[in-house]
């Protein structure tokens, strides 16, 4: 499986000493069957991602049409959440997951308070009246995370050069990572993976 | 009523309405099983089918209860929350909570890893893990799923629903139990009994709930054996308590290989009400069956019935009762048949009483005859028996009545009858019967009539006969002899009597009497005669009789010798019997017949042992007018001859003129017939009758005897002689040989001899002897030199 992986990693070394400060990585990523993986979360993690400051101390998660937007979403640990509910009835935002439990109780337009999400880890957040609502967030120790479009595409982007692990991780597989593999910032570069996306190995 | 019934026409009519009846009824019978059978299976077949919908409907009601709670429980965010923090006490309570609401038997939550919390339920249930992980794997993981599902040894209809936090995170499994209650409740609603099974993986059925007693369960169990696909039909299943209708529908089976609801209709519990409908239509049919057999029996009566009074009536016509006929009170066919009986019982009456009148009339006279008289009589003597009253019988016979019937001829006898008759009644009282008993014999009853006045009207009457009769101008001259007898003094019998005055009246004849009253000193002969019958016939059967031969000897002396056979009795009491004591006896009874047939067996068998010892005798043997008679006689004689091998013509067979003139026409064809057998005929006693020469041309005779009253008073007087000459010379010219019987002197022998006589026969020359003295007589020279002195004078 990691071979089979490494083929189809590629490295495009020629650009990295174009852009000493920071780069944009560009990911294309595709599953199993060469479909576009979407929404599936990446991050670069290093040893010192952790200790980097809040790039974007807050984010949000719209309910409109009695749905979670976005499906998924990726924000870094210590981040706030709003859940504004866009929708004309009200909505009771919930989550049993280990890395963040909490409700948000029947309520209309937007919660008081934001939610502090400063637990790494996998979140799954639904709507106690609406069972059909289904939100996937993971918490990531790292500024530097994208969730592919619907083509596939992620960019992550103001990545300072050195090396990282490229992680990927999907909401039908929560339990596993989709893709580890290193990756070396140098310029900004381009990169074709095919992740994991389906459960049940 | 006699036991074969249907030998009688009530009998036929009753079983023919009570078999047609008993037909239809059986007809109806077997008609209304076999339809209602029918019926009853499609009114089950239906219930059943109703009874799958019925099930169907709460099936689904207990799945929507299912799936409500369970949905509910899914939806409960506290519940949801529990599990999320594997709050373990919170999951049991929230269980519990909702599963008591819908009262279900279980009701769990199983994790995704397959760890259980238990809410209500049997404990044991969930050790049985491996059906619980079956019953996980084998549902969809998206949304509910519902079925029945085995968990522990128990069925349960489930609803396993998903749990998610959002995501799914585990099931809940909520079910009712299927047990004997559930099968009950259904049982109750769908009208059918109702049984629940599942297979094992062993492939054996296993009865989770039933509510039929349990042999009927085995056999139901039994019966599906590897059945695997749907059976929809109803089927039936008959065990030794009863028979079923069943109907197999498949369950949604989750963890086990087949899961089935047989709804059974008890067949018999069905056609109860059938069975008791047809139970009052044979009750009916009975019913019917009785009523109409009465009342076929009654109509068949009705015929019937006056049949029989009808029959009855024609019986009692049968025994003379002419009564007028029952009395039919009805206007059918048969009152007529009734009044056309009594039109034949009249008819019948009236020509019996004309039967009667002629049965009793003597119609040449027109007096009474002789059963009337004997009637009369007895009627008579029935009253004066009571009374002690005398009474007379009285007989009178006519004499020499023959020779006027002879010489005037039958209508002039007829008419001197009447006369008689008219001259006895004319002489009588009015009360006295008069009575003609037949020929020229009549019968007068004297009712009160003492002896003595009895003699003095036999005196009157013998008066009334004196005058001499004018009968067509001719005067005739009657007389007649009468018998008296009189009760009590003779006898009070009326048979008896007559015999008495019988007796009498020959007594009278005989002695020349005119008149003679009965005595017993008369009866002695009467007697004799009676028992000399029994006598006679014993002698036959016995050989008392013995023939005696007496020769005829040939006046011109040839070689050839002739007998005449005589029969002898020698009676072991009373000696030597002469013939003429028992002879016209037995010509008079008829034995003359057997003692004919006797004399011919015996003559046939001398002569043929004579013939064989050399002597050449012809025997001569007497027939008399009843064997001429006889026509067996002939083919009789015939086969004699052939037995004993005895020569015909040396048998001469001697008839009488008069026994011819009894019935000349039957008389010459007998004769023809015995001559045929080549014997010779010879005519006796020739000359004392009618002599008639137109017989005597007729008859096939070679031989004529003259009566021996013409021989023997040859020398007396010349009148014999000339009758003896000219017999001789007819004879003659006529061709035939001539015998002169009685020659008891040398006188006569030698008159005949001079007439030219061809054989005499008397005691002067023998009389008849034994055959062995005959044998011995015939050899001395004695009767050859009686011949030659005689031909000598």
């Excluded at chain 2, 696909?229 to 109803?234: A, F």
């Excluded at chain 2, 069905?270 to 069956?289: K, W």
């Excluded at chain 2, 003595?452 to 009769?469: D, G, H, I, T």
């Excluded at chain 2, 002939?634 to 052939?642: I, Q, S």
Aim: glycine content about 6%; hydrophobic content about 40%.
């Amino acid at each position: 499986m990691a071979r089979q992986l490494c083929t189809c990693l590629l490295a495009l070394a020629a650009c990295l000493p174009l852009f000493a400060d920071a780069a944009t990585l560009s990911l294309t990523l595709r599953d199993e069957r060469g479909n576009p993986a979407e929404d599936t979360v990446v991050y670069l993690m290093s040893p010192t991602t952790h200790r980097l400051p809040l790039k974007q101390p807050e984010s949000r998660i719209d309910q409109i049409n009695k749905t979670f937007v976005p499906l998924v979403s990726v924000v870094q640990r210590g981040t706030r959440i709003q859940f504004p509910n866009k929708d004309n009835i009200r909505h009771h935002v919930y989550s049993f997951s280990k890395a963040k439990k909490f409700e948000i109780k029947l309520y209309a337009d937007t919660p008081a308070k934001p939610i502090l999400f400063d637990q790494p880890g996998y979140v799954a957040m639904g709507c106690n009246i609406h069972d059909n609502m289904i939100a996937h967030l993971l918490v990531v120790e790292s500024p530097y995370f994208a969730v592919a479009d619907r083509t596939g595409r992620a960019v992550i982007n103001d990545v300072p050069p050195g090396n990282y692990s490229l992680i990927a991780w999907h909401y039908m597989r929560p339990d596993k990572d989709a893709l580890v593999m290193p990756v070396k910032i140098g310029a900004d570069a381009s990169l074709t993976a095919t992740v994991r996306t389906r459960s049940g190995d | 009523m006699r036991l074969p019934r249907f030998r009688t026409l009530q009998g036929r009519i009753f079983a023919f309405f009570f078999g047609l009846l008993l037909l239809t009824q059986v007809a109806g019978y077997a008609l209304t099983s076999t339809l209602g059978w029918s019926i009853m299976q499609d009114i089950l077949a239906q219930d059943l089918r109703g009874g799958q919908q019925v099930f169907k409907r709460l099936s689904e009601q207990n799945t929507q209860f299912l799936t409500q709670a369970a949905r509910v429980l899914t939806a409960d965010y506290g519940f949801r929350e529990a599990i999320a923090s594997k709050d373990t006490d919170t999951i049991a309570s929230a269980l519990e909570n909702h599963g008591t609401r819908i009262q279900a038997d279980l009701m769990m939550f199983v994790d995704n890893d397959g760890t259980p919390y238990l809410g209500s339920g049997k404990p044991s249930s969930l050790e049985d893990s491996e059906r619980v992980a079956r019953l996980l794997a084998a549902i969809s993981p998206q949304g509910e799923t519902t079925g029945f599902a085995r968990l522990g040894s128990e069925l349960y209809q489930v609803i396993v629903a998903p749990v998610r936090t959002p995501l799914p995170i585990g099931n809940v499994i909520a079910g009712f139990r299927i047990n004997v209650e559930t099968a009950r409740e259904f049982s109750r609603i769908t009208n059918t009994d109702i049984s629940f099974l599942s297979r094992l993986r062993d492939g054996n059925w296993q009865i989770h709930a039933s509510t039929l007693p349990a042999a009927v369960q085995n056999k139901i169990a039994g019966d599906l054996g590897g059945a695997s696909g749907q059976v929809m039909t109803p089927r039936r299943v008959d065990t030794p308590d009863a028979s079923y209708l069943t109907l197999d529908v498949p369950l949604a089976a989750l963890n086990v290989q087949n899961a089935r609801v047989i709804l059974q209709s008890n067949i018999d519990q069905a056609m109860l009400p059938f069975y008791e409908l047809r139970n009052s239509l044979t009750f009916l049919g009975l019913v019917g069956l009785l009523l109409s057999s009465l009342a076929s029996f009654i109509m068949s009566r009705g015929i019937a019935a006056p049949l029989r009074t009808l029959s009855q009536y024609a019986r009692s016509i049968a025994s003379g009762d002419y009564r007028s006929p029952p009395w039919l009170n009805r206007a059918d066919e048969l009152a007529d048949l009734a009044h056309a009986f009594g039109d034949m019982s009249g008819a019948i009456a009236e020509r019996e009483s004309r039967i009667l009148e002629l049965a009793y009339t003597d119609t040449l006279t027109g007096l009474s005859n002789r059963a009337h008289f004997i009637e009369r009589l007895a009627t008579a003597l029935a009253s004066t028996g009571r009374e002690g009253a005398p009474l007379a019988v009285v007989l009178l016979d006519l004499d020499r009545f023959r020779y006027v019937n002879d010489s005037l001829g039958h209508p002039m006898g007829d008419q001197v009858l009447r006369e008689v008759a008219r001259r006895l009644v004319a002489a009588l009282r009015q009360t006295d019967t008069v009575a003609r008993l037949g020929g020229d014999e009549y019968a007068i009853l004297l009712p009160t009539a003492t002896p003595s006045a009895a003699r003095k009207v036999v005196n009157a009457l013998q008066l009334a006969l004196e005058a001499p009769m004018d009968i067509e101008g001719q005067l005739v001259d009657i007389q007649g002899s009468f018998g008296i007898a009189t009760s009590p003094e003779h006898s009070a019998d009326p048979t008896t009597l007559m015999r008495c005055a019988d007796i009498a009246m020959y007594k009278a004849k005989q002695d020349n009497l005119g008149f003679a009253e009965y005595d017993t000193r008369y009866d002695e002969n009467t007697l004799d005669r009676l028992s000399l019958m029994s006598e006679l016939r014993e002698a036959v059967e016995h050989d008392q009789l013995v023939l005696y031969y007496q020769p005829k000897i040939d006046l011109k002396l040839g070689d050839h010798h002739a007998v005449e056979a005589l029969v002898r009795w020698v009676h072991p009491r009373r000696g030597f019997v002469p013939p003429d004591r028992f002879i016209p006896f037995a010509e008079h009874t008829g034995y003359i017949r057997e003692i004919t047939q006797w004399v011919l067996r015996e003559g046939v068998r001398q002569c043929s042992v004579w013939q064989r010892a050399g002597l050449d005798v012809s025997i001569s043997i007497n027939l008399s007018a009843r064997d001429l008679m006889n026509a067996e006689l002939p083919v009789y004689f015939a086969a004699l001859l052939k037995t004993h091998d005895c020569r015909p013509d040396r048998i001469c067979l001697e008839i009488t003129e008069s026994a011819v003139l009894d019935d000349p026409r039957h008389a010459l064809e007998n004769l023809k017939r015995l001559e045929a057998t080549g014997c010779k005929l010879s005519l006796d006693d020739y000359g004392t009758g009618y002599s008639s020469l137109s017989y005597l041309k007729r008859m096939p005779v070679c031989e004529l005897k003259i009566d021996r009253s013409f021989v023997q008073n040859m020398i007396n007087d010349s009148n014999d002689t000339v009758i003896v000459r000219s017999t001789i010379d007819l004879a003659h010219n006529l061709g035939l040989r001539v015998v002169a019987e009685g020659v008891e002197n040398e006188a006569i022998l030698s008159q005949l001899c001079l007439l030219g006589c061809d054989q005499a026969q008397g005691y002067h020359f023998s009389k008849p002897v034994s055959a062995a003295d005959f044998e011995a007589w015939v050899q001395s020279p004695a009767w050859r030199d009686q011949v030659q002195v005689a031909r000598r004078a």
